[in-house]
């Protein structure tokens, strides 16, 4: 059974962009959450996705978005790029509630 | 490899002894605890995970222990390996699928 998986693995930005990152769960898994992972402030939850929904928010500013679609497939974005959002931005997927949660390898994200 | 975190607590053992790396958590009313492994490059991995009805927690070479008194988890590794270099967080759940982590601790095991 494959992994998550997530894209790209590596990115360089300038601040001021934008950019999307892709989140494949595991085959049959319904939940995604994506975090933040920083030297500073550790791993941090952003959201969590349930079946297109978004039932969980973490303490970022708006830039920060997401969405999942109808295939579990989740994408985040981050819009007007500041340098302190440079970070590894990771995954996770479970088959649900109280499941056990996987993570991806994540998206090494750099603001220049 | 990637830098998880720079400036992380570290606990240095040799191989073969036992290794214990604590945790303190923060919501009383939490209700479900995991521990986490990160290795260089990589997501973190689970290890082992424990209810808030429970003590302890027994899996492979290593043991979970839960003290809701002081709000503290440890994670007990035997018999410590060199593959077992890595960083360790503790985390627990809050709401849907929400991890709240511990800042984490880097073990590193010398031969």
């Known amino acids: 059974k494959a992994g998550v998986t997530q894209t790209p693995r590596y990115l360089i930005k300038t601040r001021g962009q934008q950019v999307t990152l892709s989140c494949s769960p595991i085959s049959g898994h319904r939940s995604v959450s994506w975090y933040q992972q920083t030297p500073g402030q550790g791993l941090q939850f952003l959201f969590e996705y349930f079946s297109e929904t978004q039932r969980n928010k973490g303490n970022f500013p708006g830039r920060f978005s997401g969405r999942q679609f109808s295939n579990s497939r989740s994408e985040m974005n981050v819009s007007t790029l500041e340098l302190g959002d440079s970070a590894l931005y990771l995954c996770?997927?479970?088959?649900?509630?109280?499941?056990?949660?996987?993570f991806g390898p994540g998206t090494r994200l750099t603001v220049l | 490899g990637e830098s998880v975190g720079l400036h992380l607590p570290t606990l240095s053992v040799q191989e073969g002894d036992n290794s214990i790396i604590n945790c303190a958590y923060s919501n009383s009313a939490s209700d479900y605890f995991i521990w986490y492994k990160q290795e260089s490059g990589k997501g973190p991995q689970f290890i082992i995970d424990i209810r808030s009805n429970m003590d302890k927690r027994q899996g492979q070479r290593v043991t979970v222990l839960l003290n809701k008194t002081v709000k503290h988890l440890s994670l007990q590794i035997a018999a410590t390996q060199p593959g077992d270099s890595a960083v360790y967080f503790c985390a627990e759940r809050s709401g849907y699928n929400k991890l709240i982590f511990g800042a984490g601790t880097r073990l590193a095991v010398h031969p």
């Open positions: 996770a997927s479970s088959l649900g509630e109280h499941a056990e949660q996987f």
